[in-house]
């Protein structure tokens, strides 16, 4: 499902994140889990996250070790 208003690469890591089921914060993963589940490099992975988040789209959650992110939408 390609959402309106985000890259082409954004939408591709949503669409990875919403099949994984990472909907819920207690379902969040790292950066680095979404590049293995998106099946692209993490940069795009990246650069994708930030822009979801700025969009409304995705959360992150600063952790210890690795930031954590899951879909709000």
Known sequence: MAIEGVSNWASK???????AGITAEDKM???EDVTKLAKISKAFVSNSLVELENKGYAKRVA????????LLK
């Open 13 to 19: 890591v949503y669409d990875a994140m919403k099949g």
């Open 63 to 70: 952790r210890h070790k690795a930031a954590g992110y899951y």
């Open 29 to 31: 993963k790292t950066a």
